[in-house]
């Protein structure tokens, strides 16, 4: 059984950055894409960025692409996010999964503050 522990978030100001993590375990990690989400005070979760089992092919939302880079370490079973140059609309609380997402791995998540 897969279980995944998101850290990394906080307060940052506008232009700051701030990098996710995402540790997953059980020997399957590296057989599955993955992607981080997140969701905003009354607002539907939604994916942020997506990458490929090998980590070869990358995807971002038109929101965060130029800012933020994803990827991944198969040997440390980790996923990343770096976030760079945020902005106040990227606060939410961001989680991670597989992509697409398994409802039963869903965490905690990790907030992410951004002030302006």
């Known amino acids: 059984q897969v279980q995944l522990v998101e850290s990394g978030g906080g307060l940052v100001q506008a232009g700051g950055s701030l990098r996710l993590s995402c540790a997953a375990s059980g020997r399957t990690f590296g057989r599955s894409a993955m992607g981080w989400f997140r969701q905003a005070p009354g607002k539907e979760r939604a994916v942020v960025a997506s990458?490929?089992?090998?980590?070869?092919?990358?995807y971002y939302a038109d929101s965060v692409k130029g800012r933020f880079t994803i990827s991944r370490d198969n040997a440390k079973n980790t996923v990343y996010l770096q976030m760079n140059s945020l902005k106040p609309e990227d606060t939410a609380v961001y989680y991670c999964?597989?992509?697409?997402?398994?409802?039963?791995?869903w965490g905690q998540g990790t907030l992410v503050t951004v002030s302006s």
């Open positions: 990458i490929s089992r090998s980590g070869a092919s990358t």
């Open positions: 999964n597989t992509n697409p997402p398994n409802p039963g791995l």
